[in-house]
């Protein structure tokens, strides 16, 4: 098993662009979920899933979509970019009937 | 709001000594309370953890407490080790129609040979 796997490890963006952050499992968790880690802010929730085809959202959702067509993918876009979204985004997930979740690696994301 | 409050933002402790690290919550709603640690250049791995239900859970040398009168629950490393140093998340489960996790932001904890 590779667990929670994300793409890329990092990424550097300029104001105004695009891209999506990569994050999938094969756990078959139903449970997915993606947090920004900044320095003395812990990690906030961004936007969550709790099965194919339902998301929610977390803390701080602005500028951020999601989606979830397949159990075991979760892409996090960016829609505009912005140097507020410079972050370590960490990307989760858990089975329904446990509690604790598994996470990715990171993406270290700059936006100049 | 900072649902879930780490106010200790690093703690040192000799090594073979007890780790203790603190949380404080404030929603009522959190049914399921988690301890995370962390890495650098890792994503946070899973500790321990402990139902609302209960005020003590016990995993080897980690022990959670929960007081939930004071809303506030802590970790207990027992004895502590140099490759314990680490950041602490503390978080919590909240159902809230589906349910989501709130995190602290985190304890840096240095264990000194």
């Known amino acids: 098993n590779a667990g929670v796997t994300q793409t890329p490890k990092f990424q550097v963006l300029k104001t105004g662009q695009s891209m999506t952050l990569q994050c999938a499992q094969d756990m078959n968790h139903e449970y997915m979920s993606w947090y920004r880690q900044d320095p003395g802010m812990g990690l906030r929730l961004i936007h969550y899933s709790v099965g194919a085809g339902i998301t929610d959202q977390g803390e701080v959702p602005n500028g951020y979509n999601v989606s979830r067509s397949t159990t075991e993918d979760f892409p996090l876009r960016l829609l505009s970019a912005a140097p507020s979204q410079t972050s370590v985004y960490f990307c989760?997930?858990?089975?329904?009937?446990?509690?604790?979740?598994?996470f990715g690696p990171g993406t270290r994301l700059t936006v100049t | 709001d900072q649902q879930v409050k780490q106010n200790s933002p690093s703690l040192s402790v000799q090594e073979g000594r007890i780790s203790i690290l603190n949380c404080d919550y404030t929603n009522s709603m959190f049914d399921y309370f988690l301890w995370y640690k962390k890495y650098p250049a890792e994503g946070p791995t899973f500790l321990i953890s402990?139902?609302?239900?209960?005020d003590k859970n016990e995993d080897g040398r980690f022990t959670v407490f929960l007081n939930k009168s004071a809303k506030h629950l802590s970790l207990h490393i027992v004895p502590s080790q140099p490759g314990d140093s680490a950041v602490y998340f503390c978080?919590?489960?909240?159902?809230?129609?589906?349910?989501?996790?709130?995190f602290g932001t985190g304890t840096r904890l240095k264990v000194l040979a």
């Open positions: 978080a919590a489960r909240v159902l809230s129609g589906t349910y989501k996790y709130i």
């Open positions: 989760a997930s858990s089975s329904n009937t446990r509690y604790e979740q598994y």
């Open positions: 402990i139902s609302s239900i209960k």
